[in-house]
Nanobody, 125 residues
Framework: DVQLVESGGSLVQPGGSLRLSCVASRFSFSSNYMAWFRQAPGKEREGVAAIYKHDHSTTYYTDSAKGRFTITRDNAKNTVSLQMNNLKPEDTAMYYC??????????????????WGQGTQVTVS
């Protein structure tokens, strides 16, 4: 079975930074688009950032992430990361890594994504 394992979540003060990582295994990482989503209590899961499988310079961000978050991937290490700067209390959520072989044509919908990790908690307070 495909495994996506997130790490890096923590409690951080407003204005602080965190770097989330997701290590993938048991599938062809380089053949998959990768993304980060988040879900706060009582809210729907929402896209944060996505990165293409072939052109790593092609990335997508939702408005809340633009200018503060950066998604990168390292195909040699089967890892996708999310650098988050200038964190705000409204960034508090469980953050999930997602993968799919198909292009995220419905971005930022979560419907496009086949594989999911278990999540890592980010709390900004």
């Amino acid at each position: 079975d495909v495994q996506l394992v997130e790490s890096g979540g923590s409690l951080v003060q407003p204005g602080g930074s965190l770097r989330l990582s997701c290590v993938a295994s048991r599938f062809s990482f380089s053949s998959n688009y990768m993304a980060w989503f988040r879900q706060a209590p009582g809210k729907e899961r929402e896209g944060v950032a996505a990165i293409y499988k072939h052109d790593h310079s092609t990335t997508y961000y939702t408005d809340s992430a633009k200018g503060r978050f950066t998604i990168t991937r390292d195909n040699a290490k089967n890892t996708v990361s999310l650098q988050m700067n200038n964190l705000k209390p409204e960034d508090t959520a469980m953050y999930y890594c997602a993968a799919d072989e198909g292009a995220p044509i419905q971005w930022p919908s979560a419907d496009d994504w086949r594989y999911w990790g278990q999540g890592t908690q980010v709390t900004v307070s």
